[in-house]
């Protein structure tokens, strides 16, 4: 099977928890700082090693897409990836997948080609907005045809070299046009100084104190004093050895399974101080009523009988909004989530998903622009649709949990973050995990 391919679609019935859970799990590495990490590697100006990669869908996207520009990328041990960087080349295509980093982080990059480099991806992908970063690049000079559609597939007409400088843009749709710029803004002549001035804040702010941090761990000049500004001054980012932290998104459906199932899951080797959106997850768990402790082995959330309605606003760990809107969806509620906009521009409309499948399932909810509301649970059985999205796999799984025999009309789009999601759900919820 080609990992970077679309994957085939495959059937799953979740698992139904017959009995309380008490599970060890280890999830795989953080697709956001993996991503970061190759990125800001093949910027570097020596070679970096890139320690407990995540090897997904997404992850290998980017590989292919750096290697695409002429960045060698060893991924021969999968325990330690080596990128040594190169002059950028053009003249090539890269397939973004429906990998949001891929289409956002790769382009400010490849503008730095000595020539033209194509960029599209899986059919959902055009859709994604990606309008931020087509402006901001012409903003800074460089040449891109995209038919008019500011959409996924364009060509970035690359010069070998970006001026930089001043710039305004409105992220209010995506941190990650933010990420992409500042990370490529130490090889631009003049630097970058980036103002957000859209009138909705930035979704998903912990992203950027993450690219913001390793940007500095790389050597970078970063002043983010200022809200809503950033100032990367132009200079030399240093090749070095990046360890790469268990994905704590992708950890929270596992958490959030001892709410529903109740007894305990343990997530190994959770970190203790992290800028990783996820680690949110241990507060929200906790004022829904679980408990959550540090253990040796990481950390672990105990299920209580039920969980306690309230109001929740995901606005910056809004890739929680799946799997926790499954936890609500089978419980008594009232729950709302607020501030998720811009879930609507991932890898499926989450919001108008996540109504949907509740709704098949039994939940009385209600959809606002931003959010939803759930005001009571359901427990029918049916199929739950995916859309494509791992995140709405993740929340079908853990709506099996209470529901027998639910059926996922496609399980392998997990492939975009965790091939191996469904065996190792499997086993937590079997008892072997
Ligand atoms: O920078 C990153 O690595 C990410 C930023 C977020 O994007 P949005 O700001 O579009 O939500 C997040 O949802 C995505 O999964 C990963
Ligand atoms: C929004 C997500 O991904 P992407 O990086 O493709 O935007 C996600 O993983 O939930």
Known sequence: MNATAAPEKRRWEAPYAEAELDAVVRVPGSKSMTARALVLAALASGPSTIKRPLIARDTLLMVEGLRAIGVGVDTGDDEAWTVTPGGFRGGT??????????MRFLPPVAALADGPVAFDGDPHARKRPNDGVIKAL???????????????????????????????VDASKTSQLVSALLMAAPRFENGLDLRHTGDRPVPSRPYLDMVVQMLRQAGADVDDSEPNRWRVAPGELQGREWTIEPDLQNAAPFLCAAL???????????????????????????????RVEWTRGGLTAYGTAEPLPGELDLADAAELTPALAAVFGVSNGPFTVRGVAHIRGHETDRVSALVTELRKIGADVDEYEDGFRVGSGGHERGTWATYADHRMAHAGAVAGLAIPGLVLDDVACVSKTWPEFAEVWEQAVRGKG
């Open 93 to 102: 295509s890269i397939d973004c997948g429906l990998a949001g980093t891929v």
């Open 260 to 290: 529903v199932a109740g007894g305990r899951v343990t997530v190994e080797g959770w970190p203790t101080e992290t800028t990783q959106a996820g680690d949110a997850i241990r507060e929200i768990l906790v004022q829904l009523g679980a």
């Open 138 to 168: 012409r903003g800074l000079g460089v040449d891109i045809e995209d038919g008019g559609r500011l959409a996924l597939p364009f060509t970035v007409n690359a010069a070998g070299r970006v001026k930089g400088g001043e710039l305004e």
